[in-house]
């Protein structure tokens, strides 16, 4: 090519003419093919030229002027044609990539962890460079290659991979050296002669070309993506190369992205076990329980099921005796050994307090009572806490499915009726009958006496004191009724309310100690003590839409003002019914009456209610409250729900404080209000008021205790 006459077209984007003398012309092109005259015209227009075309002559001879302007308009047009050619070729490409990226966002977008968005990735690079094969290589935290997915590799030349390479340290192998120092895509023409790769392995892969880019997520490096052909070499265009670059940008957003998916499924994953799992034994949870119950008669009407109910015997004394602490290290040990008397695909749960159950698919009474058996030897021997052996029975009550019912709610009442039953006979367990069996008289018998109970007199009220940890005053109390049997002495409400719920007592119950608990308050606060009081409530009561007038009448007659009244409701009976509950709740609001979730956190702890129900208060449940100072979870779950309660504007009550420490905590944390032994034990109403005098009406809060 005469190089000079060209340079010089191009320099000055004019045409030009040379002969043979000339300097323009000289060198070995015109001596080669004997170029005598030469004319040069420039492709295109300056300053955008696409080269030069030259027409060649053996002979001297000038160029007219007529071939002059005919070559410089066939110039220009060719400089035209070859432009627009190169802007279709880069739109072209442009497009590609384009699509590639595209592809890439939509396909990453679905992509959960390294593994998925590394395939994602090598696929679309694949497509975009027209290679037949990839490789994804991820490496562990040690720099050790962990795992590589292959994308239509054959099997043979997978095996050879994962046999030279699974395991290896990857700084030995030069590629990955050179991409970890870069950064960057490499593009290999030819395997052969690059260094990169050990010549055995490229070798036995057949791997004739290739790209190696980095699998990055922010500026780790995770891993390689290889996509490679076999047969000839091959060379990487400069509009490939672009493209792959673009890619690896993106993909890096993919992958990182990708991963912080994977990070969060695994945290939903985790927070969704946490929400059926019992935080201080371990075990299934009521919510688990009823979720499993429900599905087995539900969905599953062919199958039958047994459920049994546990409840231990003289747990409450351990706990009055030696404090809930101990009692919740045994509920610990009794979680492990209740586990032992189950098979695999039957369920233990703890439904709270000491009071568990057992699910039992494709069960019948003979392997119901097996189970029940079973449990009862397990607690035979001694629990020892602390070098003390501490003897706990269990009491258990089962109903079956279908013979007892089709109903979650009705197996539950049922086997719960024959766990009272089993617990009064001492029989250790009792299957539900309907019929008029010695079990059903003895039921009937103790139901009778409640009756006679709510008409002599012998339910009692004590009293547990509130104590506000701002202002360091006892602001209320909160009613627990006893029973005061003439020949089993005082009972605990877990001995009754069973019973009086599923007998249709409850209503007239919960007013009896609606009424009673007023008229104490009345005469409290006439003594000048300004005192509120709270008041539990059952299913039964929520369900029942005469009662917002119902406590208007007693605060009516009382002359207690409504917003000295607290209702607790707990969290399961709250959802059993929610368009009801919501119906009354808000009557009762109405009214004035302050209302508050009991035993927050057990149960369907759901934050639509707390925007959907009218309540004033959250009350943690004593299992969160005993353990936050050795527990991180229950003091993050307590701490967490304070922050919530502040939020909201609902007071946070926190019962079973049994040492200072708690107590300090709470109260450092924003807690509004506490209960516990630690304050006081439940008090008869004629104590709680030589309690207060003694402790005086006013504490700073300095001399809180703890």
């Not at 990169?196 to 880019?213: D, H, M, N, Q, W």
């Not at 009823?290 to 009407?301: G, I, K, N």
């Not at 039957?346 to 009071?355: F, I, K, T």
């Not at 059952?538 to 009662?547: F, R, T």
């Amino acid at each position: 090519m005469p190089l000079r006459l060209a340079e010089s077209v191009l320099r000055s984007g004019e045409p030009m003419a040379a002969d043979q003398d000339s300097s323009l012309l000289a060198g070995w092109w015109a001596e080669c093919f004997q170029i005598a005259s030469a004319l040069a015209v420039p492709l295109g227009r300056s300053p955008h030229l696409a080269g030069v075309l030259t027409l060649d002559s053996t002979r001297l001879r000038p160029f007219s002027e007529d071939v002059r302007r005919l070559a410089s308009a066939a110039g220009a047009h060719l400089g035209g044609v070859i432009e627009q050619a190169r802007t279709s070729e880069a739109r072209a490409a442009s497009l590609s990539t384009a699509h590639a990226v595209r592809q890439l966002l939509v396909d990453g977008a679905r992509a959960t962890g390294i593994g998925e968005a590394a395939e994602v990735v090598a696929r679309v690079v694949q497509g975009l460079a027209g290679t037949e094969r990839s490789a994804v290589y991820l490496l562990d935290n040690g720099g050790r290659l962990a795992d590589v997915r292959f994308i239509d590799w054959p099997r043979a030349h997978e095996d050879v991979v994962r046999a030279r390479l699974l395991g290896q340290d990857v700084s030995d192998v030069p590629l990955w050296r050179r991409t970890a120092e870069e950064r960057q895509p490499l593009f290999i023409a030819d395997t052969a002669t690059s260094d990169l790769l050990p010549p055995r392995l490229a070798e036995e892969t057949a791997l004739a070309s290739y790209v190696s880019i980095p699998l990055l997520s922010g500026e780790r490096l995770l891993g390689l993506v290889v996509t490679g052909s076999g047969g000839r070499p091959r060379e990487w265009s400069p509009a490939l190369r672009q493209a792959v670059h673009q890619v690896v940008l993106e993909g890096a957003l993919v992958v990182q992205n990708a991963e912080l998916r994977a990070v969060e499924q695994l945290r939903l994953q985790q927070l969704a076990i946490e929400a059926h799992v019992d935080p201080l034994t371990g075990l299934a949870n009521r919510r688990r329980f009823l979720e499993a119950l429900e599905t087995a008669v539900r969905d599953q009407p062919d199958r039958a099921c047994a459920v049994l109910m546990i409840d231990l015997d003289r747990f409450k004394e351990i706990n009055d005796s030696f404090g809930h602490s101990v009692g919740d290290d045994l509920l610990r040990l009794v979680g492990p050994r209740l586990g032992a008397t189950t098979a695999p695909g039957e369920l233990l749960a703890r439904m709270g307090g000491d009071e568990f159950a057992v699910l039992l698919p494709d069960a019948d009474a003979c392997r119901a009572r097996e189970v029940a058996q079973a449990i009862n030897t397990a607690l035979r021997d001694p629990f020892v806490l602390d070098g003390m052996p501490l003897h706990v029975d269990a009491s258990v009550g089962i109903a079956l499915c279908p013979e007892h019912g089709r109903d979650r709610s009705v197996l539950l009442a049922r086997a719960d009726a024959a766990m009272y039953v089993a617990k009064r006979s001492r029989d250790g367990h009792q299957v539900w009958t309907p019929d008029g069996t010695s079990d059903s008289r003895d039921r009937l018998q103790i139901l009778e006496e409640l009756r006679n109970a709510l008409d002599t007199d012998q339910l009692l009220l004590h009293y547990q004191p509130k104590l506000d940890l701002r202002s360091g005053r006892v602001t209320g109390v909160e009613a627990l009724v006893r029973w005061d049997h003439p020949d089993r002495g005082m009972l605990g409400p877990d001995v009754f309310l069973g019973l009086a719920e599923q007998a249709g007592l409850m209503r007239r119950l919960a007013l009896c100690v609606l009424e009673r608990s007023l008229r104490d308050l009345r005469c409290w606060r006439a003594a000048g003590h300004d005192l509120s009081t709270a008041v539990n409530l059952s299913m039964s009561n929520l369900q029942d839409v005469a009662l917002p007038d119902q406590v208007a009448m007693l605060l009516e007659v009382t002359g207690v003002p409504a917003g000295a009244l607290t209702l607790e409701i707990t969290e399961d009976v709250l959802m059993a019914d929610t368009a009801r509950s919501h119906q009354v709740l808000s009557g009762l609001r109405a009214l004035g009456v302050r209302l508050s979730i009991d035993d927050y956190g057990t149960g369907y702890s759901s934050l639509a209610y707390l925007r959907a129900l009218p309540v004033h208060e959250l009350k943690l449940d004593r299992s969160f409250v005993t353990h936050l100072t050795t527990d991180p979870r229950a003091a993050a779950i307590v701490r967490s729900t304070v922050r919530l309660g502040q939020e909201l504007g609902t007071t946070i009550v926190a019962e079973g404080i049994e040492d200072a420490g708690t107590l300090a905590t709470l109260r450092q944390w924003g807690c509004d209000v506490a209960q516990g032994y630690h304050i006081a034990r439940p008090l008869p109403a004629g104590e709680f008021l030589d309690w207060l005098a003694a402790r005086s009406a006013l504490i700073p809060v300095d001399r809180l205790p703890g």
